[in-house]
């Protein structure tokens, strides 16, 4: 059940006059309509994964329980890795163990020995790796003892699987989330209207601006070799705004869907694309991933202390991970690599935390300065996300490669029916509408809302793809 | 709780309202221009007289020139259409019936749209936009299951299909004219082709509705139909000519010329004819039945 579908659409009023209507409003009871429905809006992707998450789910809560009961530090971690040791296990087999199977075989066989690798070939769970992380913080917060175990397994479960963010995030925290799901909620207006402006406006970012930036990227990637340098440009750019607009738009619609039963989720998005370096990028793209591992592994690494050599080890480990959980292939770690070396120099000359706070732009040259950087920003990233999208190492380098040596800057025609440029005068009226409401969560609330809301439905309905619903690049991580 | 479904029932009515005025704009657009397709074509025009008119796919489209026709005295238009199934053909000729077209001669292509009984959903997307004014449309389409959604949800039509959205739209109201109308509906393929295949392991023909509609259609109008099969590059002849002798088997009646044509010269793919290969094509055609 995507977002996006009519069954969504369906789905969702029904949980909401559940959840609020229903005649014993406790939190009890509220927790348990939201569950249920999790698991329902879970099992309409495969129903047997359901007992893999409800499996991950017991764990969690149970090692929790005996970390929190024991005093005793070695037993208290036997219980830490035990929970780690499954959580990773179960995700190195459905996600890794192919790719691992492929890459040893390949490794041997160059030194001249055939072996053919043994493969499961598994069915990846959705939302697998967002799950974990769910479970994999709340276990290590207890074991810090940040937190209290949750010892209502309901409360915990729906921690574990609230439905808007079950199969794409944002990465919530216990400690963010819990206390929410441990107080009934009251119904507020003003957040479900604020819901609903956000639920919009993610549905132009997916089906407006992501799903006709992918006609576009995905004739560009797939026919590479016959598209001169102008194309191969442009569809590096369109990538980037088709993933920006995927991701964050699923974020929004998450939550947006969320306030609407009066939780409040993580933000994961902050208009990344104006940022002016990119360790600023990192602070604001999938910003609940990237605190993860900034808390979860960064930090007991040892973060910024210690010599400069320890922290590029740091920053490449984290960098490095990061790549490697979007995905079993090397196309993500070459994509986490990249985004290493771009961040290192900034740490290595004490620039990594210079663009922290607002910015605003007037006719001057460090506004100009300002728009360079985030000029120059953006292209790296858009370089970085060539990796992201090929399938292939080799394909990613040969991309680059002919946007470099091809040297033909006209606008191709493309088999789409369409020319290659017809999307910017699109994307960049897309780009002002963002630039101009930065400091809100969307556009659409504050002065004539309803105009903007009518416009913005008009465009979903005239511009959006409906033709086939198109699956969110992050439900395969 | 009660301000927010008050709320919720605006929005409603507002997508409502937005539903109904773009469905009547973008249904005003196409039943008001023509050129962009041979559909609108048929649907704008009424009492044609043709001697002969031409229907099928791109196979088709690209393989029958009117002007050899034409050159003889045989009033012709080529109103087949690329990606189109039998299905859309039949619509197509009972829509030329009911404008009162004339039609003495009909050439079908049949041959690789007998491999299954499947519509096309760009060609049917072209008939959609007059679904609330056209009864035959209607009646065509009523057992199919988006029939209800297309019918009396507005816009729902034009969201889900693009080859009748906005940019459709668009390109209607600057009137940009396909320039296939200036050679009586023919679309001529450039290049030679050398070596070419095309794998037709998976295809097998079978009875189709839309082929018996058709037929059935001009023996009640006395229309002369000539079922035509047309010509594969030859390395997919070689491989697979059983599909066109099984077709035999299935509908003797039909007229093969899929050997007619072999040299790779011709071909701009294995399936399509270039323009020199259409020529061959037309003048073989035209004289084996216009000039016995």
Not at chain 2, 13 to 25: A, C, H, R, T, Y
Not at chain 2, 256 to 266: L, Q, R, T
Request: charged share 20%; with cysteine.
């Amino acid at each position: 059940m995507f977002f996006n579908s009519l069954k969504f659409a369906v789905f969702l009023p029904i949980v909401f006059i559940f959840y609020w209507f229903f005649p014993n409003k406790s939190k009890k009871n509220q927790n348990l309509i939201l569950i249920l429905a999790s698991y329902y809006f879970y099992s309409c992707w495969d129903w047997r994964f359901l007992f893999l998450l409800i499996f991950s789910t017991f764990l969690d809560y149970y090692t929790a329980i005996k970390i929190e009961e024991n005093e005793k530090k070695s037993i208290r971690k036997f219980w830490l890795w035990l929970s780690i040791s499954i959580n990773l296990g179960l995700l190195a087999v459905f996600k890794y163990y192919d790719f691992f199977a492929v890459s040893a075989t390949e490794f041997i066989s160059g030194f001249g020995f055939h072996v053919e690798p043994v493969l499961l070939k598994l069915i990846l769970p959705v939302g697998i790796s967002f799950y974990t992380f769910h479970g994999l913080s709340y276990i290590i917060d207890v074991y810090y003892k940040r937190i209290k175990t949750e010892k209502n397994f309901i409360d915990y479960s729906l921690f574990v699987s609230y439905f808007p963010l079950l199969v794409a995030g944002p990465i919530e925290r216990a400690t963010h989330l819990l206390p929410q799901l441990k107080v009934k909620r009251e119904f507020d207006f003003e957040k479900a209207k604020e819901g609903i402006y956000q639920i919009v406006w993610g549905l132009v970012k997916k089906v407006v601006i992501a799903d006709t930036c992918a006609l576009y990227a995905n004739e560009i990637f797939d026919n590479y070799t016959t598209m001169n340098s102008m194309s191969l440009i442009l569809g590096a750019v369109y990538f980037a705004f088709q993933i920006y607009g995927d991701f964050s738009g699923y974020s929004d619609i998450a939550l947006g869907t969320s306030k609407l039963f009066g939780i409040d989720l993580l933000k994961n998005f902050d208009y990344p694309y104006f940022s002016r370096d990119i360790a600023e990028f990192w602070r604001r793209w999938h910003i609940s991933l990237s605190s993860w591992f900034r808390d979860y592994v960064y930090i007991p690494l040892g973060g910024s202390k210690g010599s400069k050599l320890f922290q590029l080890r740091n920053v490449m480990v984290i960098f490095l991970l990061s790549g490697f959980w979007h995905g079993a292939n090397w196309t993500f770690i070459v994509w986490g690599f990249l985004n290493a070396v771009y961040f290192i120099p900034l740490l290595l000359l004490n620039k990594n935390r210079n663009n922290m706070g607002e910015f605003k732009l007037s006719f001057n040259l460090n506004s100009l300065k300002i728009i360079s950087n985030i000029a120059f920003t953006f292209a790296i990233t858009c370089l970085a996300w060539i990796f992201f999208r090929a399938n292939t190492i080799h394909q990613a380098v040969d991309y680059i490669y002919r946007i470099f040596t091809n040297h033909i800057y006209s606008f191709q025609y493309l088999h789409i029916g369409r020319s290659v440029e017809k999307l910017i005068v699109f994307l960049v009226i897309f780009t002002l509408i963002e630039w101009n409401n930065r400091n809100k969560i969307e556009p659409i609330s504050g002065k004539y809302s309803w105009i903007k809301l009518a416009l913005a439905i008009t465009a979903i309905l005239t511009l959006g793809i409906f033709s086939d619903y198109k699956n969110f690049i992050y439900f395969q991580f | 709780m009660k301000q927010f479904i008050l709320y919720i029932g605006k929005i409603l009515v507002l997508i409502l309202l937005i539903m109904i005025s773009l469905d009547v704009f973008y249904t005003y657009v196409f039943c008001h221009t023509s050129g962009r397709n041979k559909t609108e074509l048929v649907l704008t025009t009424e009492d044609k007289n043709y001697d002969l008119v031409i229907l099928g796919s791109s196979r088709a489209e690209n393989h029958f020139v009117p002007s050899i026709f034409n050159s003889k005295g045989i009033k012709t238009f080529n109103y087949a259409m690329s990606g189109s199934k039998l299905e859309e053909t039949a619509l197509t000729l009972k829509l030329m019936l009911a404008k009162n077209f004339k039609i003495k001669n009909l050439i079908l292509d049949v041959d690789l749209n007998l491999n299954s009984n499947s519509h096309s959903d760009n060609i049917r997307a072209t008939f959609l936009p007059y679904l609330p004014i056209s009864p035959i449309i209607r009646e065509h389409y009523k057992n199919i299951p988006e029939y209800f959604s297309y019918r009396y949800i507005p816009f729902y039509r034009y969201a889900v299909n693009e080859a009748i959205g906005y940019r459709e739209v668009g390109a209607s109201i600057k009137s940009k004219k396909i320039n296939t109308f200036d050679l009586g509906g023919f679309y001529p393929l450039p290049n030679r082709g050398k070596n070419l295949y095309y794998d037709m392991s998976k295809f097998s023909p079978k009875r189709n509705k839309g082929y018996e509609e058709i037929r059935k259609l001009c023996k009640e109008n006395n229309i002369n139909f000539i079922p035509i099969s047309l010509p594969m590059c030859q390395n997919t002849m070689k491989d697979f000519g059983n599909y066109f002798q099984e077709m035999k088997k299935l509908y003797p009646e039909i007229h093969h010329y899929e050997n007619a044509v072999v040299d790779d010269k011709y071909f701009s793919s294995c399936g399509h004819m270039n323009v020199e290969g259409a020529k061959k094509l037309s003048t073989l055609v035209l004289n084996d039945f216009f000039e016995k």
